[in-house]
């Protein structure tokens, strides 16, 4: 084995640690995935984590400067075909070969980067965090599922956009204490978070739901290779976004909900036989 394939295998174990250490949730869909899709889908998540962290968590540090610097070191990455940073290192493989365009990433980047400076989103502002800060995500991932065949990707790709965004607007509604009280960001527009009730709560329902459902309809389309895993994903988030409609709006802006691991693994075990026998 040559040195940079022994580079290359550093890095892919870099971004597996990464995605089991900070999401057992997202490394447990990632699991139900073929073999031969779960280290670029790692490879996307470490990439996701690291840019994510840089604006959330790094408070004691310069954020702003960081994340400039991450944002050069990931072009440059792509570019050059190699970066020392090794989460780098994976994702930029997985661009190359699954031709990830550039457009998604900057999207993606540029998305996070709001982050460290606005608060409050207006509809069209909301609309554009989300595509960046998730729909492209679904994007990418997709674009390893379907191996190269533009055809397929084209025809999933609003239905992969759909799911991205239910699975952040869900994200906003778990996080709504730590995204306003810690951070002071409000992510919906229209809603007072210091007076939030069940009505503002119906409406932001209403959005998921409508995001579901068409998500639903392109798992049902995915490659047998990608399905399940997808498909992990969707019943667990479906179940977090169950709870959260039978928890009332004031104790959803207290804590934060959750999904027991006793209630997880029964969703696997369901979400298996659903797939198992073409049930979906």
């Known amino acids: 084995m040559d040195q940079k394939r022994i580079f290359d295998k550093v890095s892919i174990k870099c971004s597996r640690l990464t995605t089991k250490t900070y999401s057992t949730s997202f490394s447990l869909g990632v699991r139900c995935l073929q073999k031969e899709?779960?280290?670029?889908?790692y490879a996307i998540y470490g990439f996701v984590r690291f840019a994510d962290e840089i604006v959330d968590t790094f408070h004691d540090y310069n954020k702003a400067e960081l994340f400039v610097r991450f944002?050069?070191?990931t072009h440059r990455s792509i570019t050059d075909g190699i970066s020392l940073n090794p989460i780098l290192n994976s994702f930029q493989a997985v661009v190359h070969t699954y031709k990830i365009e550039r457009e998604l990433i900057d999207q993606f980047l540029m998305s996070m980067e709001t982050d460290l400076h606005k608060k409050n989103y207006d509809e069209e502002g909301l609309k554009d965090y989300i595509l960046g800060s998730a729909e492209v995500v679904g994007l990418m991932c997709l674009r390893v599922f379907c191996k190269g065949d533009v055809a397929m990707y084209l025809r999933l790709k609003p239905f992969a956009m759909s799911l991205?965004?239910?699975?952040?607007?869900?994200?906003?509604?778990?996080?709504?204490?730590?995204?306003?009280?810690?951070?002071?960001?409000?992510?919906?527009p229209g809603v007072d978070i210091a007076s939030f009730d069940d009505v503002s709560k119906e409406q932001i329902e209403k959005s998921i739901k409508t995001d579901f459902d068409a998500g639903y309809k392109g798992i049902k389309q995915l490659p047998r290779s990608a399905r399940f895993g997808v498909y992990v994903a969707y019943v667990y988030y479906l179940a977090l976004f169950r709870k959260i409609q039978n928890t009332p709006s004031a104790h959803v802006l207290k804590s934060r909900i959750r999904i027991r691991k006793r209630h997880k693994a029964r969703l696997l075990a369901y979400s298996y036989l659903k797939c198992q026998f073409n049930m979906l």
Do not use: C, H, V, W
């Not at 899709?37 to 889908?41: A, K, M, N, T, V």
């Not at 995204?179 to 960001?185: C, P, S, T």
């Open 164 to 188: 991205g965004s239910a699975f952040q607007k869900i994200n906003f509604l778990r996080d709504l204490n730590a995204d306003y009280l810690g951070m002071g960001r409000t992510y919906f």
């Open 37 to 41: 899709l779960r280290d670029p889908i």
């Open 71 to 73: 944002q050069e070191e």
